[in-house]
């Protein structure tokens, strides 16, 4: 089974701070790992993904996350927030070793990320 | 590509009446996913199909839920009889990466 946690229900952080959004994960293999972002009334949208290699992983609109094994840790970051990063942000986990044909993304519950002005 | 369209965008029905949503995958993509997310469960996933079949039902909660996608461009997410407890907003995704903007449904 694959699990995924994001502790935070929700993250304040001020305009042209750094910003780090919390995910770790559980599954029985080896994980690739998902970050999303929900605007209100959205659907989501794909922000970046590990694989393999590098654990720093880029994404869209100058995010960042960090894969840490021993951790089992995924947290997404910024190094300067925009009013207009304020979202709901998702963490999902796929096993890499799920078997043929198998897609099934678990997800975390959310983290509302606000940023203050 | 207009990316992953669903239809409608919103739906208000009564209960006990039959719902059917829609989905037009990306052209090309082998995997199609149905979600459903609300505030107390958040993302759920429902059932997906690759290449047309489907893998992995046993998200589907119950037998009123059933989900067909007869090509490679169409699938229909269907609920019969509907419950005001299946009201949320169900997305469908092409992939891992693109979602469609969901379907809001309100059981009355």
């Known amino acids: 089974a694959q699990s995924v946690a994001q502790p935070e229900d929700q993250v304040n952080v001020a305009e042209g701070n750094p910003l780090t959004v919390k995910c770790t994960y559980s599954?029985?293999?080896?994980?690739?790992l998902f970050w999303y972002v929900q605007y209100p009334n959205r659907g989501l949208q794909f922000l970046l993904k590990?694989?393999?290699?590098?654990?720093l992983v880029k994404g869209s609109y100058g995010f960042e996350a960090e894969f840490n094994k021993s951790q089992t840790s995924f947290h997404l970051k910024k190094p300067s927030a925009l009013v207009s990063d304020s979202a709901l942000y998702f963490c999902a986990v796929r096993d890499r070793y799920s078997g043929a044909g198998s897609y099934q993304l678990t997800f975390g519950k959310g983290t509302k990320l606000s940023v203050i002005p | 590509d207009a990316g992953v369209i669903q239809s409608p965008r919103h739906e208000v029905t009564e209960m006990g009446q039959e719902v059917t949503l829609r989905c037009k995958p990306i052209s090309g993509h082998n995997s199609l996913f149905w979600y459903r997310q609300t505030m107390m469960r958040g993302l759920e996933l429902l059932i997906y199909?690759?290449?047309?079949?489907?893998?992995?039902d046993s998200g589907m909660p119950e037998d009123r839920f059933s989900a067909k996608m007869p090509n490679a461009s169409f699938s229909t997410l269907k609920i019969q009889p509907s419950e005001p407890r299946d009201s949320a907003v169900y997305f469908c995704a092409s992939g891992e990466a693109f979602f469609g903007q969901g379907t809001r449904l309100t059981v009355v």
């Open positions: 590990y694989i393999t290699g590098d654990n």
């Open positions: 199909f690759n290449n047309n079949v489907p893998i992995d």
């Open positions: 599954v029985s293999g080896n994980p690739y």
